[in-house]
Each structure stands twice: as structure tokens, then as C-alpha cells.
């Protein structure tokens, strides 16, 4: 790493980590002034995500969806393209991975696995590429056209669980269970930590060396940086816009690949807890960067893991999590703010 | 024929007219910020904000008047920080937007457990009556649009109106409209650009938060956890399909709130979830060019000073 190099990641670094500690203090401010122990409630927080070799066990795995919708969310920006589809997109491979293995039940249990995970990142990646179609070569903005997708994708699904596709024996709308024995294998028994976290690091690592090392990582990032520019230097805009959205679109299909396969085993309604959009956040802080990504997916699993425990001790709504979110994007998606900041101090 | 009674009775036409107050608010409020050339895709969020304070503020003063204004005022709030972020420190727009939607949805939620002790809901506070037109009430058949409906309905009304006949007949409206195509132009031409903007965003976050007053304090007796259910997010289809243009967004309105009304008063044989997925799917035909071309404010979404 060169010494410019250097300073710009530890200007990112300083930007990232700045951010994180306003969106923290100004939750605590909104603690204080709602008459709740701040000090208690992150104490509390610590003590569920950390507190016992299983706890941390169930925020690693809380972390294993985060990374994909950060991966996910991520490579479309290293590509320019601001995915805010991830949510419709994790539903359909959700959708679709569980369609796969209730109709081969039966068949070898890997065979059975592994055709789940590609149809699932098939449908995500079907989904994305459909948006990245018509932002290529329709020049629809990807962001409108991706919320229209989130809700027909969600409307599509929930169309199917109710009807056709509902288990006839339970009362709200899911499929029949795929069956334990097709789920991924447990790391550590009652827990929800399973091989989906090993398969989560192997893309993420997969993305690093992508990006670092061949030159459809680099014509990815060039249509992200200057389309014009990669347009003039011979690479075909258009066609590296439709892959960037199926890559990043497969990669959410994945985060509803595990969530089945590791935690649920069937295809309930409106699972997903905001995924894609907590996505956007753990992408940001990490600057796009895939190792980054485990650290701030990482940091996220922690937040949702130790909620329970903070709400129950310090009486705290859950949701405070969603605050700390919110605020986490809306920092570090503002640099100059955070700049500011630091500027004003260092001069003061 | 019984169906064909169910869907244009006049019970219909008052369900449809109801539940497009909220969308045509809010899609006015999305018209008028993508105008001057900031997406917000935080309506969703501003709605919820709206709603909270509309019951909060009912709650603590025990006037709806109260209320009503509380509801302004925490929309307005909210347009301003979308506005300050944008235009002030260059915040990309839809991540500001989505960042103030999870970040409403989270605080209106922690808010409520702090002042109701409850999780996810809020005390039962004193609704917006109904009002009567003395007259217009005795015409028969329409009379009933003069009879107990919400003086919101009639307040949406003129907001149209007001909205369309400002944009399209004043110099304000020229203006806005010129910075929503060529914000350099209207620089040149002497328009306070900068100006126009943050009004804009902050009057797009009071419509919002007045149309979310109407989930909690007209529709409703209480705050409900993310109560606004996607309309925010309707709102915008909406603004796009009426080609972000006033009028537009209250007949599209019409037609989303429409299918909606369908979903809920007549026994047809259509899946829910493919009405619910009607409006989207419209929406997307629109942009793809279905149907004639849609043309949204070329500067839209990008401010680089």
C-alpha cells in the first residue's frame, strides 16, 4: 500500500469509526432524553451479544445475512449502481430455494443443498438483472425502478405462501418445513450459528480477490467511477450494468438462501426484518470494502443480538436498534458532516 | 349485477375517496420535491413521523387542532433535516431517504414505549370528527359526500387544486419547474435555486406529516408500529405514474386507492396480494414506456455546486 493509499484509508477509517461513535452518542443522547440509562442499555448490549459462548455463537450467526446483504449492496456500488432492491431480491431467492428443495425431497441431502443455493441466487440474480436491464438500456433510475421490484417480488411470494404453496396445518401464511435434514449443518448444537457463516466468508473473500485481482473486477469498478471513460476505453457499459446488478441480486438471493436453510427451514411471509436495507448501512461503513463488510456486519449482529437483553434490563424498545441504523447511514452517507467535525476539533 | 352494484355504490366511491387522502398528500409532497430536484424517497418515513406526532401531540395538549399542527411540525422537521442533508453536506438522496425511513421507524417506536409504556402502540386519543355541509348534506345520493366525512377529504381537494393551479399559473410554479429541469438556467436567470429547494423539501415533509396525521388521528384512535404500511412508498409510485404533476398524483391516487377499496368492500375472486401488487406493477409498466413515455424532472437527484 503506497503512503497516499495509506492516508485515504485511514481517512476512511477515521470517517467510518467517527460515524459510528456520533450515531452511538446521539442514541444515547435519545436515551437520556427518554428517560432511559444509556450506560445500562450498551452495557446490557455487550453482556446479550457477548455474554456466553453461545450468545456470541447467535451473534455470529445474527451477522451470517448482514454480510450477504452487504456484499450484496456493495458490489453494486463498487459497480455505481445503488441497490436498493436487496429486499425484493432476498425474497425471491428465498422464495425459490425453498420451492427447490420441497420438490426434491428425497434426493441426496448435498445434491438437494447445493441445487437450493443456485436456484436461489439464480432468482435473486434474475431480479437484479432485470433492474440493471432497465437502467442500462432503458436508463430508468435503478433506485425507483427497485422499489416497484420490492413490492412485487414481496406481493409474488406472499401470493403463493397464502395459496397454492401454504402448509395446509398452520395458521399464518408459510410453507411446509424442507426438512432438517436439508438444512446446513450446525456449528454449535442450540444454537443458530451454522456452515452458512463459512460459506458467507468464502464470499466475501471471493469478492476481495475479484476486485483485487481480475480485470472484470476492474471494468466493474471503472463503469462505477466514470461510465463515460469505460465506455471510451472499450468496455460495454451497458452489458457490465446488467452483470452487476445479477452478481449483487444473487448475492441478496443469498442472504434468503440462509435464512431458510439456516435458520427458519421454510418460506414464512414477510420475514425479512429489513435485510436489504440494513445492507445499505453495513456497505457504507465499510466503504464497499468486503473484509470490511464481515467487521460492519459484524458490528450490526452484535446491535440485534444484544437488543433482547437491552430491552428486557435497561426497558429500551427494541427498535433502538433501528435508530442506531438509521443514524449510522445517515453519517456516514454524510462525510462532510463527519469532516466537519473532526476539522473544527483538530483547528479548536 | 350484484358485483357490478357492490363496485360503484356509493360506499365505494367514499372508501376509494378515503383511502387516497394519505397517498394524494403525500404524492403532492413527492411532486413537489422531485420538482426541485431532490428524490426523496423518505416520504414512508415522514408519514410515520406525521403519524406519531399527530397522537403525540393530541395526547399532551387534547386538541386534535394540536395535533393536526404537532404532526406539521414533526413532518416539517423531518423535510428539513432530508433538506439540510441534502442540499447542505451533499448526502446521496435515496440513502438520506432511507436512512430517515429506518431511522422514523425505529425512534416512533422507542418513543412510544417511552411515553405510553407499551410496545409498538399508543394510548387511545380523541379522533378528528367527521363534518357536515349544511345543505350540500340534503341533496340526494351525493349528499352523502357532504355528510360525516373527514374535513380532510375536503382540505385534499384544495390542496390539489391550490398545488396544480400554483405549479402550472404562477411564476413560482414556472420557477420551480425550471429548476426541476435545468437548476443551472434558473441559477443564471437570477432564481434562488437554494431557496426553492429547502422549501420545497420541508413543505413535502408537512404534507407528509399531515398525511400521516390521517392514519393515526382520523382513520385511527392511536399510533401503530409502522402504521403507514408502504403508502409512503405507494405515494412515490404515485407521483411518478401522475408525471409529477398535482392533479396527476390525485387521479392516480384515485386509481391505487381504488384497487385497494376493491380489496377490502367487494367479494371478487382476485387474490389480495395481486391488488396489493397492482400500483407497483402499473407504476413499472409506466417507466418502461408502456403507454406513451414519462419524461420525471431531468435534474432530479443530482445537486453538484
Known amino acids: 500500500m503506497g503512503s497516499a493509499d495509506m492516508r485515504s484509508f485511514l481517512a476512511f477509517l477515521g470517517r467510518s469509526l467517527a460515524a459510528v461513535l456520533l450515531s452511538f452518542a446521539v442514541s444515547a443522547l435519545i436515551m437520556l432524553v427518554s428517560g432511559y440509562n444509556p450506560a445500562l442499555a450498551f452495557a446490557s448490549m455487550i453482556r446479550g451479544s457477548f455474554g456466553s459462548a453461545n450468545s456470541f455463537a447467535n451473534t455470529l450467526s445474527k451477522s451470517v445475512p448482514l454480510i450477504f446483504a452487504g456484499l450484496a449492496c456493495a458490489y453494486a456500488n463498487k459497480g455505481g449502481i445503488f441497490n436498493i432492491g436487496c429486499e425484493g431480491q432476498l425474497y425471491m431467492g428465498a422464495f425459490v430455494s425453498t420451492v427447490t428443495a420441497l420438490s426434491l425431497r428425497g434426493m441426496p441431502r448435498l445434491f438437494v443443498i447445493i441445487a437450493s443455493i443456485l436456484t436461489g441466487m439464480a432468482a435473486g440474480a434474475a431480479v437484479g438483472s432485470f433492474n440493471g436491464f432497465l437502467k442500462a438500456k432503458m436508463k430508468l433510475n435503478e433506485v425507483v425502478v427497485a422499489i416497484m421490484l420490492n413490492y412485487i417480488c414481496r406481493f409474488f411470494t406472499s401470493f403463493f405462501v397464502s395459496g397454492i404453496l401454504k402448509d395446509p396445518d398452520s395458521e399464518t401464511p408459510q410453507t411446509l418445513p424442507v426438512g432438517e435434514h436439508y438444512m446446513f449443518s450446525k456449528l454449535i448444537p442450540k444454537t443458530q450459528l451454522t456452515t452458512a457463516l463459512f460459506l458467507a466468508l468464502i464470499a466475501a473473500l471471493a469478492m476481495f480477490f475479484f476486485f483485487r485481482e481480475t480485470r472484470a473486477g476492474y471494468n466493474v469498478r471503472a463503469v462505477g467511477e466514470n461510465g463515460a471513460a469505460a465506455e471510451a476505453s472499450g468496455i460495454n457499459v451497458a452489458r457490465t450494468m446488467i452483470l452487476t446488478m445479477a452478481v449483487s441480486g444473487g448475492l441478496a438471493g443469498l442472504t434468503g438462501v440462509t435464512e431458510v436453510f439456516g435458520k427458519s427451514e421454510r418460506f414464512i411471509d414477510g420475514f425479512s426484518p429489513g435485510y436489504g436495507f440494513t445492507g445499505i448501512a453495513i456497505a457504507f461503513l465499510a466503504g464497499n470494502h468486503p473484509l470490511g463488510i464481515l467487521l460492519s456486519a459484524l458490528l450490526f449482529g452484535i446491535i440485534q443480538a444484544g437488543s433482547m437483553k437491552m430491552s428486557y434490563e435497561a426497558g429500551v424498545s427494541t427498535s433502538m436498534i433501528s435508530v442506531i441504523q438509521g443514524l449510522v447511514i445517515l453519517f456516514v452517507a454524510t462525510p462532510e458532516l463527519v469532516s466537519i467535525r473532526i476539522g473544527r476539533r483538530r483547528t479548536a | ?305
Not at chain 2, 419547474?177 to 436567470?189: T, Y
Not at chain 2, 392514519?215 to 385511527?220: E, F, G, P, Y
Not at chain 2, 401522475?242 to 384515485?254: E, I, K, R
Open chain 2, 1 to 305: 349485477m350484484n358485483l357490478i352494484h357492490q363496485i360503484f355504490s356509493m360506499n365505494m366511491l367514499l372508501a376509494t375517496l378515503r383511502m387516497a387522502i394519505p397517498l394524494t398528500l403525500a404524492s403532492i409532497g413527492g411532486v413537489i420535491c422531485e420538482r426541485s430536484g431532490i428524490i426523496n424517497l423518505g416520504v414512508e418515513g415522514m408519514m410515520l413521523s406525521g403519524a406519531f406526532g399527530a397522537v403525540a401531540g393530541t395526547y399532551f395538549t387534547g386538541s386534535s387542532l394540536a395535533g393536526i399542527l404537532f404532526a406539521l411540525l414533526v413532518g416539517g422537521l423531518t423535510g428539513l433535516l432530508h433538506a439540510v442533508l441534502c442540499i447542505r453536506f451533499h448526502t446521496r438522496q435515496s440513502v438520506s431517504g432511507v436512512g430517515i425511513n429506518i431511522l422514523a421507524s425505529g425512534l416512533t417506536i422507542v418513543l412510544c414505549r417511552a411515553v405510553w409504556k407499551r410496545d409498538g402502540l399508543s394510548e387511545t386519543v380523541k379522533q378528528v370528527p367527521g363534518i357536515s355541509i349544511p345543505g350540500l348534506e340534503k341533496i340526494p345520493v351525493i349528499g352523502r359526500l357532504f355528510r360525516g366525512q373527514s374535513p380532510y377529504l375536503y382540505i385534499t381537494v384544495l390542496i390539489v387544486i391550490i398545488a396544480w393551479f400554483v405549479m402550472y399559473r404562477t411564476n413560482v410554479g414556472l420557477r420551480l419547474r425550471v429548476i426541476g429541469d435545468h437548476p443551472k438556467a434558473a441559477e443564471a436567470a437570477g432564481v434562488n435555486v437554494t431557496k426553492y429547494r429547502y422549501v420545497s423539501v420541508v413543505l413535502c415533509g408537512m404534507l407528509c406529516g399531515f398525511a400521516g396525521s390521517y392514519l393515526s388521528i382520523v382513520q385511527s384512535n392511536l399510533f401503530v408500529k409502522d402504521m403507514v404500511a408502504g403508502r409512503g412508498y405507494m405515494a412515490l409510485a404515485a407521483t411518478i405514474f401522475g408525471g409529477w404533476n398535482p392533479a396527476g398524483s390525485f387521479l392516480t391516487a384515485l386509481l391505487f386507492a381504488f384497487a385497494q377499496a376493491i380489496r377490502i368492500n367487494v367479494s371478487l375472486n382476485i387474490p389480495e396480494q395481486l391488488l396489493q401488487m397492482l400500483p407497483y406493477v402499473l407504476t413499472l409498466l409506466v417507466l418502461m414506456g408502456v403507454g406513451g413515455r414519462v419524461r420525471g424532472p431531468q435534474a432530479s437527484g443530482d445537486i453538484k455546486d
